[in-house]
């Protein structure tokens, strides 16, 4: 099988973000500035900020009960080592819910899973989701938590994490590697302000070919709302990763 280095690039909303961590290899775009090589579905739609140019991934768009996902129509062997880093911008005039998820899954470029708690990606069953989470449902520990969750059920969290910053409110930017070797899953955070300092909040033991069910699977992202509303922005995605 192949092995080549892809690469989801959606710009920042303003020149002062920081930037996404360097790739460990050479990374090259494989999306156009019309999202060609994104799956949308839902409410997602990749748009353009007024006045800056920017191209954000928009997964929900402030309404009751929505529900998007954005998928990469490339494939990635998940047998392999993978990491991924982006940008993104959860917000509203007021506390909103529920919140997005960084998925690997085996279902294909159209998954799309329940609203509100269900973050976009329950019932997404062959998969490895890792939370994002503003709002607390009755089995999420507050609502401002990270999670990894297997099989998509987001009602078992096979491990929860306070987040270190606010996740809600203020763009943060988020890396996730994968070392398949070792079968390690790690998620960090960081804020996007001066002398913001990047932290570890998951390292976890996945089989994340396993749990999605094939070796060559799709990855991007799910969100939801439900009685509480937000926009779901997403950018600056890069991954680096041995495409199928």
Request: charged letters at 20%; a positive charge; hydrophobic letters at 35%.
């Amino acid at each position: 099988m192949a092995s080549a280095w892809l690469s989801i690039l959606a710009s920042a909303y303003s020149s002062g973000a920081a930037a996404a961590p360097r790739a460990l290899h050479d990374t090259h775009p494989i999306t156009d500035g019309k999202g060609d090589n994104l799956e949308l579905n839902g409410t997602a739609s990749m748009i353009t900020r007024a006045g800056s140019g920017k191209r954000v991934i928009q997964i929900t768009t402030g309404g009751y009960k929505q529900i998007g996902s954005a998928w990469s129509t490339d494939r990635v062997d998940l047998d392999r080592s993978f990491a991924t880093s982006f940008k993104a911008f959860l917000h509203h005039n007021r506390p909103g819910g529920d919140g997005i998820a960084f998925l690997a899954q085996g279902h294909g470029p159209r998954a799309l899973g329940g609203w509100g708690g269900g973050l976009g990606y329950r019932g997404i069953r062959k998969s490895v989701a890792v939370e994002f989470d503003t709002f607390q449902n009755s089995t999420d520990p507050n609502n401002n938590h990270l999670a990894v969750v297997l099989g998509g059920n987001p009602d078992r969290h096979h491990k929860t994490a306070t987040a270190s910053i606010p996740l809600y409110g203020k763009p943060f930017l988020a890396r996730i590697t994968y070392d398949a070797g070792a079968n390690r899953l790690r998620v960090y955070v960081q804020g996007l302000y001066r002398n913001a300092k990047e932290k570890l909040m998951l390292d976890e033991k996945v089989d994340v070919a396993h749990w999605a069910g094939v070796r060559d699977g799709w990855i991007g992202f799910t969100g939801a709302t439900g009685d509480r509303i937000s926009h779901q922005d997403v950018y600056d995605w890069t991954v680096d990763a041995p495409k199928a």
